[in-house]
Structures are given as structure tokens and as C-alpha cells.
């Protein structure tokens, strides 16, 4: 590969990294973000640990969150810079692990590939400014299989330890690797994944009133072809399986004309030391797993990454091709890269609402800053997500928070109720109406009546509730 192709390839993973960065305030914080911010944006380190007994993940990303907001501010942007930092460091060490799996006169090619794959396809874009601990689970993945390609037990076991104190789906793939490299008489190694895999095993059982309980992830459902098919839409991008027939059509006309004299898969030693095989052993336990207790989930499978991507750069770099083919392969190369730039970047860049999976809680702060008597079914995000648009500077700190459903039902049985007062809540539409309709039964059956607020708002419910004896003027 030529220097000027080596240079086109940076520039190109360049302006996605950067266009990702510019997007990191584009859209609010959405709730999975906001309890990260509830769980990890605490004044003391013990406030911290107590609430994630009750939690589903493991404490370390929320503790080096809780270091980071310390050190760097607590904010919006400092939340999703520090994925974003993770996402450029997991790219970089997929990038060398490819090239050190990499033949010598393909190490360019491979690099090459590796690169578009970690900097620019939609599963690390997705998390790369998500406030959520998927990109650093992907660094800290990465650096596992360097350390273990690379036979260093003590490093190897260390960053295994801090992947499963990160996410379990990290520690799945620690005792799935302990497994596999034990089944290879590899002792050493599996002693060092073992070890490592005791601090998130000690965790699970601090937690395990709530992790054995039906509460824990209760939002997944069995494993299904949905699943599959969500899975390779976040690897793929939008229309996965049309861009799958691509892909095989494309290996037909190489090998017709393309100069493809064969396809040669992967070697028993590179799935091995590239960690795929522990990777794809992990996904067929937790597969057979869910269907007794679902935890099969496809933003949890972004942990395959850094076993995928070497994998798929060394085959890719090996082609020996003549120039149609060539030709042909860098024509399917851009229509990927043009369908990850637009829809890739899609939820991400929501436009002028902001929403974010659903959520518009910090337009619902923005409309209601300066309000008094403010209810909501989801109380303690608005609260969260006041408090982060007040960081930001775009509200005044509330002089008031936001309550739930007992404290209105407290209100109106008061002597002197209020005469005015506001309900709210955010999310999918239909889950929105729902939660909302109990507080505003009430509030009817007390002589309130609700008006709608900000009708422009596709997944946010502001309503002003005012009782009927005041009138239309007051």
C-alpha cells in the first residue's frame, strides 16, 4: 500500500473520530446516562459503592468516573469525552494487534483495514460519546488480548480483572478465555484470567440480592432472530443483511475476475491468540443462558470488537487482487464508509430536538427551568438532568427539584393546595402517556385541569395543571 493511500486512510478515520467529538453535546443526556451520572457524580467514593449494591454493572467505570468528574468537572461533556477517549485508545490497540498478527509485506494493508473498522464502523461510533462504560469495556478488552497474545500473565490478569469490574459481559469473556486456554493446557494463562476474574466474582456476590433478583435486567427479553438481527445492524450499520449480500456478491466477482484464487479462512492459531474463540464461546453461554435468565443484549456483544477486528484485517489484508479487483473492492469500501458517515452517525446527531434514544429530558429541564411545583413519574432524572444543564449553564441552578407521585399525592391532601403546578415525563410516547396518566387522574379527580405545554416535543410531556376554580386569565 503507498504512503499517499496510508495518508487518505488517517484523514479518513481522522474526520470521523473528530466529527464524533463535535457531536458529544449535539443531543442531551438520555437515561442510561443520567443514572450514570446519579450513580457516579458523588460527592463521597462510599456514597458511590452503596448505590451500586443496588445496580446491575460492576463498580469500576463508575469509579473512574467518579475520579474523572473529580478531576476534569462534572458535566455533559466530560461524561461522554471520557468514552471518547476510551474509543481512541481501544482503536489504536486493535490497530497494532492486527499488525502484529499481520504478515510483513501485508502489515500496511492490514493497519489500513483495522483502522476503518475500529475508527469508523457504526458499533464504535455508536458508544464513542455514549455515557456508558462500553468504550473503555473495548479498551480494556483490547488490552487484554495484547497481553495475553503477548504471554504476559501479570498484565494480562490485571486488565482482565478491570474488564470484568467493568461490565460482566467482560468477565463472561475472562472465564470463557480461562476455559479455553485451560482446555490448552496453557495454565499460566488461565491461572492469570482466573485470578483476574475474583475481584468481579466477589462483587457479584455483594450484590447478589439484587442481581439474583427479577429486577436485574429485567428489560431483556429471550433471545430471538430480533436479537441477531439488532447485533449485526450495530456491526453493520443500516440494512445489514442487503450490505451482507453485497459483501457476497463482491467475493463472487473476485474470485471470477477479481483475482481471487481462493478464499482462505482464518488459522486455528490466529482465532486462537486473537481471542475469538474465547469471544465466541462467551456468546454461545450467554445465548443458552438467557433462555433461562435473559442477559443477551446487542449493545453488550460491542466486547467482540477487539477479538473481530484483527481478525477481519488480517484476512482482508492478505488479498492478493488485480486491479478490477481492486477497483471493485475499494467501490464497496466507499459505500460503506458513505452509509456509516450518514446513518452511522444518526443517533448521535438528532437534530434540532436532541432526542436520544427516545429521551428529550434536558429540553423538558430547559422549558421548566424557574417552574415551582414540578411532578414527574421520573423525578430523579429530571432532577439529574436539571442539574446537568445548570453545569452546563443553560439553566440557573433550580431553586426547586422535581418530585414523584407520592409527594403530589401529599400535596393535595394538604389544607392549602397548590392552584398551579406541573407534570412531566419523557420517553417512547406511548410509555410516556402511561406513566403520566395516573398523576394526572389524580389531579383531575382534585378539579385540576392539564393542558399541554410544549406540543413541539416528539418524546417529552410538559403539562400545566391548574385548578378549575382559578380562571382562564390567572
Known amino acids: 500500500m503507498t504512503r499517499s493511500w496510508l495518508v487518505l486512510v488517517v484523514a479518513v478515520c481522522l474526520v470521523f473520530g473528530l466529527r464524533a467529538l463535535l457531536l458529544i453535546d449535539a443531543t442531551g443526556l438520555w437515561s442510561d446516562e443520567l443514572y450514570s451520572v446519579g450513580k457516579s457524580f458523588q460527592p463521597s467514593f462510599s456514597t458511590l459503592l452503596a448505590m451500586l449494591r443496588e445496580d446491575t454493572h460492576p463498580p469500576a467505570y463508575y469509579a473512574l468516573l467518579w475520579l474523572w468528574g473529580h478531576l476534569v468537572g462534572q458535566s455533559p461533556v466530560s461524561l461522554r469525552l471520557l468514552s471518547w477517549l476510551a474509543y481512541l485508545g481501544g482503536g489504536l490497540v486493535m490497530v497494532a494487534q492486527a499488525m502484529a498478527f499481520g504478515q510483513a509485506g501485508t502489515r500496511a494493508k492490514v493497519a489500513a483495514t483495522a483502522a476503518l473498522l475500529a475508527f469508523c464502523s457504526p458499533y464504535p461510533i455508536r458508544f464513542a460519546i455514549e455515557g456508558k462504560s462500553y468504550a473503555v469495556l473495548v479498551l480494556l478488552v483490547a488490552l487484554a488480548w495484547w497481553w495475553r497474545r503477548s504471554r504476559h500473565p501479570i498484565a494480562y490478569g490485571l486488565v482482565a480483572g478491570l474488564a470484568g469490574l467493568t461490565h460482566f459481559y467482560g468477565l463472561f469473556l475472562v472465564l470463557a478465555a480461562a476455559a479455553w486456554d485451560g482446555w490448552q493446557r496453557r495454565w499460566t494463562m488461565a491461572a492469570a484470567a482466573l485470578i483476574g476474574a475474583l475481584p468481579a466474582l466477589a462483587w457479584m456476590a455483594y450484590a447478589a440480592d439484587y442481581l439474583f433478583s427479577s429486577r436485574a435486567g429485567s428489560w431483556i427479553g429471550v433471545p430471538d432472530y430480533a436479537l441477531f438481527e439488532e447485533t449485526l445492524a450495530r456491526g453493520l450499520g443500516l440494512w445489514p443483511l442487503p450490505k451482507l449480500a453485497l459483501l457476497l456478491l463482491l467475493l463472487v466477482v473476485l474470485r471470477r475476475w477479481g483475482g481471487l484464487?481462493?478464499?482462505?479462512?482464518?488459522?486455528?492459531?490466529?482465532?486462537?491468540?486473537?481471542?475469538?474463540?474465547?469471544?465466541?464461546?462467551?456468546?454461545?453461554?450467554?445465548?443458552?443462558?438467557?433462555?433461562?435468565?435473559?442477559?443477551?443484549?446487542?449493545?453488550?456483544?460491542?466486547?467482540?470488537?477487539?477479538?473481530?477486528?484483527?481478525?477481519?484485517?488480517?484476512?482482508?489484508?492478505?488479498?492478493?487482487?488485480?486491479?478490477?479487483?481492486?477497483?471493485?473492492?475499494?467501490?464497496?469500501?466507499?459505500?460503506?464508509?458513505?452509509?456509516?458517515?450518514?446513518?452511522?452517525?444518526?443517533?448521535?446527531?438528532?437534530?434540532?430536538?436532541?432526542?436520544?434514544?427516545?429521551?428529550?429530558?434536558?429540553?423538558?429541564?430547559?422549558?421548566?427551568?424557574?417552574?415551582?411545583?414540578?411532578?414527574?413519574?421520573?423525578?430523579?432524572?429530571?432532577?439529574?438532568?436539571?442539574?446537568?444543564?445548570?453545569?452546563?449553564?443553560?439553566?440557573?441552578?433550580?431553586?426547586?427539584?422535581?418530585?414523584?407521585?407520592?409527594?403530589?399525592?401529599?400535596?393535595?391532601?394538604?389544607?392549602?393546595?397548590?392552584?398551579?403546578?406541573?407534570l412531566a415525563s419523557s420517553g417512547p410516547p406511548a410509555a410516556m402517556e402511561r406513566k403520566l396518566k395516573p398523576l394526572q387522574s389524580w389531579l383531575e379527580r382534585a378539579g385540576f385541569r392539564c393542558e399541554p405545554h410544549a406540543n413541539d416535543l416528539s418524546h417529552g410531556r410538559l403539562l400545566r395543571c391548574r385548578s378549575e376554580s382559578m380562571g382562564p386569565s390567572q
Open 261 to 422: 484464487c481462493r478464499w482462505q479462512w482464518p488459522g486455528i492459531d490466529l482465532l486462537d491468540r486473537s481471542g475469538l474463540i474465547p469471544s465466541l464461546l462467551m456468546v454461545v453461554g450467554v445465548v443458552v443462558v438467557s433462555f433461562v435468565k435473559p442477559m443477551a443484549f446487542s449493545r453488550y456483544f460491542v466486547v467482540l470488537l477487539p477479538a473481530v477486528v484483527p481478525v477481519l484485517a488480517v484476512q482482508i489484508g492478505a488479498l492478493e487482487l488485480n486491479r478490477f479487483g481492486r477497483g471493485c473492492g475499494l467501490v464497496v469500501l466507499g459505500l460503506l464508509l458513505a452509509s456509516w458517515w450518514g446513518p452511522g452517525f444518526s443517533e448521535l446527531d438528532a437534530g434540532v430536538g436532541g432526542v436520544r434514544e427516545q429521551d428529550q429530558f434536558h429540553r423538558i429541564s430547559q422549558r421548566s427551568s424557574g417552574l415551582e411545583e414540578r411532578y414527574s413519574p421520573r423525578e430523579r432524572l429530571f432532577n439529574l438532568s436539571d442539574r446537568m444543564e445548570a453545569a452546563m449553564g443553560r439553566i440557573p441552578s433550580p431553586s426547586a427539584p422535581w418530585r414523584g407521585k407520592e409527594a403530589l399525592k401529599q400535596r393535595l391532601q394538604e389544607p392549602d393546595p397548590p392552584r398551579q403546578l406541573w
